[in-house]
Each structure stands twice: as C-alpha cells, then as structure tokens.
C-alpha cells in the first residue's frame, strides 16, 4: 500500500494522468512473459527523463521500490513488482526515435522503443540494426539492453550489448548520468554502459540509448539441411562455424519438435529425421552467397547430412523457416505447461549436452523438446508437463534442475538471452561461487544502496 | 619504503627469487611508454593465480599498495607506481597461451602474453585475432584488456572488449572471481567481464583471457587516396564508412606527417597533399575485395581524391603502408618532445575537429602534427615543441588542453585507446560530470574498498 502523501507528492510530478493506483491498472502491469503475477501499488508513467530523476530521488528518499518496465515480454520475470513498489512504464511516453544518424551510422532511441519499429526505421534507409530477439514485435529496445537480448541473428552479427555505443541512465538517487559516446572507441573512465546491459533493471532507469547500426547486406540465402541424429546436426553446427564460413543463423529443431510443428500445420516435414538444421547467409554479392551455401552444404554431408535443401527465393526461404518460427507454440502438445530455459554451451559440447538432456527426459519420464540458435550455442530447452498435475510440475523442475546442472558442468551458462530475474534466481547457486555473489552485491550497493530499484532479482 | 617483516612475508609466498627490491629492479620498472618514473618500492613476479590471490589478500590486510603490470608499454602511466607499492609484474611467469580451442574458435591466455604472439599462434591455425595495437610486437594480452587497446583494424573488427568473452580475475581481497563463459551469449549475473576491461588495473587482477577468435580472411587489398585538403580527406573517410561497405583499416596522414614522413626516408611522398588515405579491405573471394574497392574508389573521387593507388601485391601493399608506420618516429623532426593524445569524434565531425586543430596550432604557435585511426574517428594528435623549453612545454600543454576541449564539444572521447591513467587523468572534470566520477569512485569502492589497487589513476 503506498501512503496517500506519496500519491500527491508523485502526481505533483509527472502530472494526475500519469499515476495510477486503480485495479484495473494493478492488474495490466501484473504480469510478463512468465505468466507469474505480482500486483504494483501503482503505475507511473513518466514523460521525459527529468521525471524519472525527480521520481528516483523522491523514491530513493523515501524507501519506495521502483521496478523499471519495458513491454513486459520478459521469460524471466525482470519486469515483475515481486516485492511490491511502483511500476515505472517507459513505453508510454518514453518510446521516440529520437535520431538516426546515417553519417555516423547511428540511432538514438528511448527505452520504450519497440524493437522492430527500429529496425523498419533503419533498414528504410539502408541501414540494419541487427540483434532481433523473437520477440522483436513488441518488446522494447529498453528491455532488450536491460536483459541483453539475443536473437536468431547472433550467430555472424553479435547480441545487443554488441550495438550499444552509449546510454544515458538515471541512478536511485536521481542523478542523471551518461556513459559512451556516438564514437567507435571510448575508454574515457569505467565502462558504465557495460555493466549497465543486462543488469535487470537493477542498477539505474535506462533513459535513452545509441546504439550502432551497419550498413544492411544487400542478399540473403536460406538453406535446410536434415539430420538422421541430433548428435550429428550438433556436430554439422560446429563444425560449420570453425569453417571459415559465419552464417548469420544456424537453428535447430529436435525430433520431438519437429513431430509437434507437423502435427499442428501438416507441412510434410521429415517426422523421422533426428534434427533439422535452418541457415541464413548474407552479403553483398551472389559469389559470397554461393561460396557460403558451398561450405555450408560440404560441412552439412560430412556430418551425416541427408537431404540439403536451399531456397530459390523469398516464398521458399519463408516455406523452410516456417517450422523453426512455429516450433514454439507447436510443442505445446505435448504439456499445457511448459518450462522453458535458454542455456548455452560451447559449441562443441552441444553433442554431449543434447545426448544428456535425452537421458534427463528419460529419467524423470518428461517430454523434453528442444530448438533454437545452436550457432551460438544456445538451446531453448522446454520441459512439457501437465500444469494441473502437481506432482509433474515437481518432477518437471528437478528435470529442469538437473539441466542446469548439467550446463554449468559443460562449461555453460543458466541463461543465453533471458536473463536470471525471478525464475533463475534459485539457480543461482550452481553457476557462481560465493565470493562472485558478493561482487555482484557489493556493484548493486554502489549503485543502489538503500536497494530501491527492483529489488529480489538476481538472487542479489 | 617496504617494511622488512612484509619483505619476509611476501618472500615466503612466491620465493626469494620472484620477490626483488634492490635498485636495479627498481629503476627497471619505474618507467612506461609516457616517459615519466616512478620507482616502486619492491617488485614481485607471481608464478600463479594462487600467489597472486595471496599476495593480494596480504597485501589488503597490510594496507601495501599493488600496481599491476604487463609490458610497460601504455602511454598514459597507468602501470606506473605513481604512489609506490608494490609492482605486481606478470610479464615473466603468467605469459601463457594455454588453449587455442578450434572447435569453439576460442584462445585461452594468461595476462602476459603478447600480443603479436597469440596472432601468430592462432593465425597459424587458420584464425585470426584482430585487436592490433601499434604497441601489438611488445604489449601484452593483459595489458590490452586493462586499456581496451584498439588498432589498425578496428574499423571493421572492433576493438579488444569485442573480443573479451571471459576473464578471470583475484579481487583485492585475495577472492578469485570467473566472470564469463567460453559461450557466445552469457547474461547470467552483473558484466563484470564488462566491467573490468578498461578499467586500467583499478579493480582487480586479470588472471587468465578467454578471447574469442574469428576466421582468418583469404585475402587482403590495400589502395591509397591523395586529396588536397584534410577537410576532403575526413569527408572522404565518413562517407565511405557510411557507403555499406567496412574496410578494416581507414588510416590518414596530414600534411606535416607526410612532409616529416618524406624528410626523413624520401619515399617521393605527395608533400603538397592535403591529406592521404591508406586503406585494407579482406575477404574471402577476389570479388568481395574488386567490390569493395570499387565502391571506394569512388567514395574518394566524389570527395575530391586525385590519385587512386591500389597495390598489386604485398609488396606494393608494404610500400603504401611505409608512411603510416613510419609516421610516429618521423614527426618528432617538429621538436624533442611529443605531447600526443589519441582523442576521438564521431566520424561526420573529424573535418571540423581537424579545422580546429590547425586554428588552435596558429594561436598557439605550435605545430600539431596529426595521422591515425580515422575509420574509428580516433585522431592521433600530436603537439609537437622543445622538450628542454619550459616556456614551450607550458604552450604546448594549454594547447592540448584546448584540444580536449574541443573533442569533448564536439561529442569526442578524451581517449580511444590509450587510457586515462595519470596522464589523462587532470581532463576527467572536462568528459565527466561529478555525479558520474562519484558513481566511477562507488564501484572503485565496492570493489577494492581499502585502495590498494593501483591508486590514484583516473582521478578516482
């Protein structure tokens, strides 16, 4: 519950129609991606980045949590008021491209900037800006530097943290900050903006961000290679990225994935193959399309590879990526709930991990599909129970345990590109020792010491 | 002065024959790059993560200043014993290359390691590490990390956090900390990774590199453009960038570098030029690098460029690259001593900043020779006066004062590569507001709270 005298002295800043406090607004901003739900005490909606110095500094005064929000599309819970407080939502006004620099190659947008409207924005003016993380529709430039996100681009182009030239922040006790520059290089002080990228929220409110862009590749080529094994795919993955060749996407489905998405849409997919791999090559020539497709189909047949297929045009490439932009919502066939993580290994061990959550699947009787962008080594590992069934959702999260266990043994990490927040906070445990929680505690007290800006994420 | 009970202590840690401090060592390793020296008062050779967490430990109890070193090699002091202590010198025992991982395209190196050997390692199994400091034949691995050195080739290739994907580190109080995965993507826990790139042996000792590696191009072209004014050059330089197409180096030479250049080494030099450009593109295939250079010749020829020279062969690539490596040693015939800063700009301003570069030399009386990294709108920029005329150093400091200030105008960094360290460290009030040096003195905090790590550098 938040003190009448908080209400008055907050709508005395951002003005009467930018706080509210009524059901209907405590419900709306409940919820993200998680399905979890936790009520604010209120929504404030600021306009400008003086609004958010003078909320923080009234806040951060009066021990009042604040939990930034972008659209709220998060896996991981980083959006949710767990703790109560105020929800801070940028999308409302803070949500402009302010500027895109074709000299500089360079766009200056707001937090609350929905992802594909930049990237519509650029490419109208032969630019790119690469990362385009599946929810790119509606989730916000703001969250995808919050969470870092990653996308089906990152194999050749990199993920967010790769674009960000700059950022402009408040911190908890209201001071504006700015930190990088519209320069390529910059080792001007601490690189501010470098720990800012995937903090969650938890250290400072976003407020405006530079990020690069490239020039856009002229062509582009899509190809789909089927697989008797998983093991052999994950083998073809690697070995294709220490080719020489980067392809700019390089995703898998398993079986159980590819059985769900024929299931649903009856496109004649190979319902018997292990795995299937989807590619994308690009450049600015047909000889480094085609050069490309050559390694790429060479590296595929060495590893087992039965069936190589590349599209002739848009409505093919379209036609061979429809399994893999439809595997999501597919494999919910299999389990009204699902419990899906974004782990990442080294390539290498993408083999070994993919025969070990086999064994995990068999062990606790689960159906475990998995999919996603193995050329950075990242699996979307969805453990399909029965929602309804205690008992499954409990055998489901020891499985997902036991694959976390498992990625961290690899060498790998709890999260790719969703983030820790609420949901892997538990986790946090097995993937850092002690003393590297400290420092992440000690780095959060020096940037927020009375712990006003969203609190509990991060096991912090 | 070192108390003879630490002398003994320290001793017992890493052994007799790692622990010195009789004059010879201590001039040794009183020195860098800027010339300035400070002697420290022992110096000490870990042979391991584990000494240095020891010593570290010891050393926060005992209040002992530590300064960590690598070649000795960076221009802005940041490894001198400005204050004394202990220099903790790594080049001797931790100059390992441990892994070059094929599979994952990863090399695994300890913090001593230079440079030019781990391009030569990896390149001679087919890979390649682009980060390429002028200082690449001497400067180590760690070194570069702690500055986020830059090079030749950070047009298309980025600089050295671009290629950072994991680092171990031991925390003044002795804690070994991982951060990073040998992964592509890693969002679980604060960028601490992130964070101690840059930070210039402030935060914490770098034990051991996790270095991303790409594929080493097939081919390689250089071309060299000559224009009649700077001013042509710079626009020349931006708008090429601009054109879609990446060349991995974009190197300029103003007119008093060519004329230095000439005198010196009569290389029949254009010494009525402008400006010149010397460019490389790579690629895989004869077409990519025709393209490419096609495009450019162009770019220049719109911009005013009357001769377009490209190399045949190596040979002729090393003949156009003679002047640009040759351009540091050549100006100091303008005068004994060097004031040279390495500022940068956002690309589309370097014409301006170069125009009021030269407005700056006439006020002042000074020549400021300038050559550098353009692609990156990094600008060496060197004022050039008598180092034995105190009335001439004075000049030559107000006049580089100006010229920061100008960058800084212009929405420039005060350094692009070489660091802040003591040398820079008078200008932080000029690039920085106090709310962002008091948030750089926070994390300095959260992460060595008693400043027994290489105090005093970065006006921290």
Same mark, same amino acid.
């Given at each position: 519950?938040?003190?009448?005298?908080?209400?008055?002295?907050?709508?005395?800043?951002?003005?009467?129609?930018?706080?509210?406090?009524?059901?209907?607004?405590?419900?709306?901003?409940?919820?993200?991606?998680?399905?979890?739900?936790?009520?604010?005490?209120?929504?404030?909606?600021?306009?400008?980045?003086?609004?958010?110095?003078?909320?923080?500094?009234?806040?951060?005064?009066?021990?009042?949590?604040?939990?930034?929000?972008?659209?709220?599309?998060?896996?991981?819970?980083?959006?949710?008021?767990? $703790?109560?407080?105020?929800?801070?939502?940028?999308?409302?006004?803070?949500?402009?491209? %302010?500027?895109?620099?074709?000299?500089?190659?360079?766009?200056?947008?707001?937090?609350?900037?929905?992802?594909?409207?930049?990237?519509?924005?650029?490419?109208?003016?032969?630019?790119?800006?690469?990362?385009?993380?599946?929810?790119?529709?509606?989730?916000?430039?703001?969250?995808?530097?919050?969470?870092?996100?990653?996308?089906?681009?990152?194999?050749?182009?990199?993920?967010?943290?790769?674009?960000?030239?700059?950022?402009?922040?408040?911190?908890?006790?209201?001071?504006?900050?700015?930190?990088?520059?519209?320069?390529?290089?910059?080792?001007?002080?601490?690189?501010?903006?470098?720990?800012?990228?995937?903090?969650?929220?938890?250290?400072?409110?976003?407020?405006?961000?530079? %990020?690069?862009?490239?020039?856009?590749?002229?062509?582009?080529?899509?190809?789909?290679?089927?697989?008797?094994?998983?093991?052999?795919?994950?083998?073809?993955?690697?070995?294709?990225?220490?080719?020489?060749?980067?392809?700019?996407?390089?995703?898998?489905?398993?079986?159980?994935?590819?059985?769900?998405?024929?299931?649903?849409?009856?496109?004649?997919?190979?319902?018997?193959?292990?795995?299937?791999?989807?590619?994308?090559?690009?450049? $600015?020539?047909?000889?480094?399309?085609?050069?490309?497709?050559?390694?790429?189909?060479?590296?595929?047949?060495? $590893?087992?590879?039965?069936?190589?297929?590349?599209?002739?045009?848009?409505?093919?490439?379209?036609?061979?990526?429809?399994?893999?932009?439809?595997?999501?919502?597919?494999?919910?066939?299999?389990?009204?709930?699902?419990?899906?993580?974004?782990?990442?290994?080294?390539?290498?061990?993408?083999?070994?991990?993919?025969?070990?959550?086999?064994?995990?699947?068999?062990?606790?009787?689960?159906?475990?599909?998995?999919?996603?962008?193995?050329?950075?080594?990242?699996?979307?590992?969805?453990?399909?129970?029965?929602?309804?069934?205690?008992?499954?959702?409990?055998?489901?999260?020891?499985?997902?345990?036991?694959?976390?266990?498992?990625?961290?043994? %690899?060498?790998?990490?709890?999260?790719?590109?969703?983030?820790?927040?609420?949901?892997?906070?538990?986790?946090?445990?097995?993937?850092?020792?002690?003393?590297?929680?400290?420092?992440?505690?000690?780095?959060?007290?020096?940037?927020?010491?009375?712990?006003?800006? $969203?609190?509990?994420?991060?096991?912090?």
């Amino acid at each position: 519950m938040i003190k009448q005298e908080h209400i008055k002295n907050l709508k005395a800043i951002v003005g009467e129609e930018n706080f509210y406090h009524d059901k209907a607004h405590m419900i709306a901003y409940s919820y993200d991606a998680t399905r979890e739900r936790y009520e604010p005490d209120a929504v404030i909606f600021p306009r400008n980045e003086e609004d958010i110095s003078k909320i923080l500094r009234y806040c951060n005064e009066n021990g009042i949590v604040i939990v930034p929000r972008g659209a709220g599309s998060g896996f991981t819970g980083g959006a949710l008021p767990a $703790n109560g407080g105020i929800v801070l939502a940028l999308e409302k006004h803070m949500n402009k491209i %302010l500027e895109i620099d074709m000299d500089n190659m360079v766009a200056v947008v707001q937090p609350g900037v929905i992802n594909m409207e930049l990237q519509k924005a650029v490419e109208a003016k032969g630019l790119f800006y690469p990362p385009d993380p599946a929810s790119q529709e509606y989730s916000t430039i703001g969250g995808n530097v919050s969470e870092n996100a990653g996308g089906m681009r990152a194999a050749k182009y990199g993920i967010t943290k790769d674009y960000v030239m700059a950022i402009r922040a408040v911190l908890p006790n209201g001071d504006i900050i700015r930190a990088g520059k519209k320069t390529i290089k910059d080792v001007a002080g601490y690189n501010i903006a470098g720990i800012l990228i995937a903090s969650e929220g938890t250290l400072a409110v976003i407020t405006e961000i530079t %990020l690069k862009l490239i020039a856009k590749p002229k062509r582009k080529q899509t190809a789909m290679g089927v697989f008797p094994t998983v093991e052999k795919a994950m083998e073809a993955v690697y070995k294709t990225m220490a080719s020489g060749v980067t392809p700019v996407a390089m995703e898998f489905l398993d079986n159980l994935t590819i059985r769900a998405v024929e299931e649903k849409f009856k496109k004649g997919l190979p319902v018997e193959a292990g795995a299937i791999l989807i590619t994308d090559v690009d450049g $600015n020539l047909p000889e480094e399309l085609s050069y490309q497709m050559d390694v790429i189909e060479r590296v595929f047949k060495e $590893n087992g590879c039965t069936q190589f297929k590349k599209a002739a045009n848009d409505e093919e490439s379209a036609d061979l990526w429809f399994a893999r932009r439809n595997a999501s919502q597919s494999i919910t066939i299999y389990g009204s709930k699902k419990i899906n993580e974004d782990i990442t290994v080294p390539r290498s061990v993408l083999p070994e991990l993919l025969r070990r959550i086999d064994e995990v699947s068999k062990k606790y009787g689960v159906k475990v599909p998995c999919f996603g962008h193995t050329g950075d080594g990242n699996v979307h590992t969805n453990v399909m129970v029965d929602g309804s069934d205690e008992k499954q959702l409990e055998i489901g999260h020891k499985a997902i345990e036991e694959i976390f266990q498992i990625t961290v043994d %690899l060498g790998g990490t709890l999260s790719g590109e969703h983030g820790i927040g609420l949901s892997k906070a538990p986790f946090m445990h097995m993937a850092f020792t002690e003393e590297e929680i400290n420092l992440f505690r000690a780095i959060k007290k020096a940037f927020d010491p009375n712990n006003i800006l $969203n609190p509990g994420k991060m096991a912090l």
